[in-house]
């Protein structure tokens, strides 16, 4: 069934917890279904023997509705009981398709925010408070690029900033910065 699921590729299918280990490591899926009653390790033996840096989504597959708090504590996507229903089916991949996508979010906003802290010196908390606030407030540094290097230059310490033709003449602490910038483009920095 999973096989049919158009966003869905299946790479593996075990037969016992072991495998499955295995499996994970090797392959690093992003959703395993479970069974919790499988032969040696059970299905939450599985997901606690998993390396949480790379945990992947975890939907429970069973015949036994009692595990289900359980499975849920441990932050299991979803949990469908046997004999399993198409939509039933169907609506735990969607479930594990959104938390998917919210973690991949998550994952490019941590690399943006990473970034601009990188180029303007600025924290995290202003990064995000410059990103949700819009363009009320200015970072704490301008990065100029000096050839191969990129200075950032505290924003608190610009005495003055002039305009030579496309290019901005920015003066702080006694040291004149030259940007190839309009001044139009400053200002929207």
Not at 7 to 32: F, H, K, M, R, Y
Request: hydrophobic residues 45%; negative net charge; aromatic residues 6%.
């Amino acid at each position: 069934r999973l096989e049919n699921h158009p966003a869905l590729e299946l790479i593996a299918e075990c037969a016992n917890g072991a495998e499955a280990l295995s499996a994970v490591a090797q392959l690093q899926p992003d959703l395993v279904f479970l069974d919790i009653q499988m032969p040696g390790m059970d299905g939450f033996d599985v997901v606690h023997a998993l390396p949480g840096d790379n945990m992947p989504l975890v939907v429970f597959v069973t015949a036994f509705d009692e595990y289900a708090v359980n499975a849920f504590e441990i932050n299991a996507v979803d949990y469908v009981l046997k004999p399993i229903d198409d939509d039933r089916l169907y609506t735990a991949i969607g479930r594990a398709i959104e938390q998917h996508q919210q973690q991949e979010l998550a994952e490019h906003k941590r690399n943006l925010v990473n970034a601009c802290m990188h180029l303007t010196g600025a924290n995290a908390a202003t990064i995000e408070n410059i990103a949700e606030s819009g363009s009320d407030v200015y970072p704490e540094k301008l990065s100029i690029r000096d050839g191969d290097e990129v200075q950032l230059i505290p924003v608190g310490e610009i005495d003055w900033v002039d305009a030579a033709g496309d290019y901005m003449c920015v003066h702080a602490a006694g040291v004149t910065y030259i940007m190839r910038i309009t001044m139009k483009q400053l200002e929207a920095l």
